[in-house]
């Protein structure tokens, strides 16, 4: 889980400032390649590397290692697009929390592809922001995704 917790704050954190993973990675001195297997979760991060992100975004190397919670967050912010994580959480803030849905239909109502909601749900139901409260048990049955309890919704 820890590798997924830094690979989303770094990813984060690029994304707050604009810049796509070739210029993190040219700057960081890795290949981009690393850089997308970190953000994804999928690799190891050396300390040295680790530092280097840190230092490359001003940030202290604790703060790539801590769970940050996304709750605040809705619509843009100005020269930023927003993440697949946040249309799923806007998305469900619409429906007051909670919805029924299969993930390529979610997509569809999102505007994202099927690949980057299944794996922004992992995200969330690992960061504990989305829990799945019912199976849908088959082809074209969706689960029911609930916002956690933790959560304080916007007044959208």
Do not use: C
């Not at 991060?45 to 919670?69: C, D, M, N, Q």
């Not at 809705?74 to 919805?99: D, N, P, V, Y």
């Not at 239909?105 to 299944?118: H, L, P, Y």
Request: hydrophobic share 30%; proline share 2%; no cysteine.
């Amino acid at each position: 889980m820890l590798k997924e917790v830094i690979g989303t704050n770094i990813s984060s954190l690029r994304g707050e400032r604009g810049w796509t993973k070739w210029e993190l990675s040219q700057a960081v001195g890795i290949s981009s390649r690393y850089l997308r297997s970190i953000e994804r979760g999928e690799a190891n991060i050396t300390v040295k590397i680790l530092e280097r992100v840190a230092e490359v975004f001003g940030v202290s190397p604790v703060e790539l290692v801590t769970l940050k919670r996304r709750h605040g967050v809705s619509g843009t912010r100005r020269g930023r697009r927003e993440t697949t994580e946040e249309r799923i959480i806007r998305f469900l803030r619409r429906r007051k929390g909670e919805a029924t849905i299969v993930a390529p239909k979610m997509a569809k109502k999102i505007g994202r592809s099927e690949r980057a909601v299944w794996k922004s749900l992992k995200s969330l139901r690992t960061s504990g922001e989305v829990v799945v409260i019912e199976r849908g048990g088959g082809r074209g049955k969706g689960n029911t995704y609930r916002l956690s309890s933790t959560y304080e919704p916007d007044n959208d």
